[in-house]
Nanobody, 126 residues
Framework: QVQLVEFGGGLVQAGGSLRLSCLAS???????????MGWFRQAPGKEREFVGA????????QYADSVKGRFTISRDNAKNTAYLQMNSLKPEDTAVYYC????????????????WGQGTQVTVSS
């Protein structure tokens, strides 16, 4: 059983920053106890897009080319929380952002993730 809730979405101007948080509730005995946290986004009329992922240890992090150098993923396992720091935001970053959990490392496709948060809207104005 995994439950996820996201915080931090909002409206910002191009060039601004937002920090998204994802609080996870995971049972100790679950196969997801040492979970991989992924971040995805979906704009209206478009398919869900991989943003990045971080391993349980935090030592393996992967980013989509479109956000590399601007976004930073981190996690605090003591707080069961993952973060997506978004800097230098562009209008094309506008989307609903989701965090998700996978039991296997460094998954990059939505179908590889088993549990999802409710999503949080990020809107970047020009």
């Amino acid at each position: 059983q995994v439950q996820l809730v996201e915080f931090g979405g909002g409206l910002v101007q191009a060039g601004g920053s937002l920090r998204l948080s994802c609080l996870a509730s995971v049972r100790t005995s679950s196969i997801y106890a040492q979970y991989v946290m992924g971040w995805f986004r979906q704009a209206p009329g478009k398919e869900r897009e991989f943003v990045g992922a971080i391993s349980w240890s935090g030592f393996r992090i992967q980013y989509a080319d479109s956000v590399k150098g601007r976004f930073t993923i981190s996690r605090d396992n003591a707080k069961n929380t993952a973060y997506l720091q978004m800097n230098s935001l562009k209008p094309e970053d506008t989307a609903v952002y989701y965090c998700a959990v996978a039991s296997q490392p460094m998954a990059t496709f939505p179908s590889e993730y088993d549990y999802w948060g409710q999503g949080t809207q990020v809107t970047v104005s020009s």
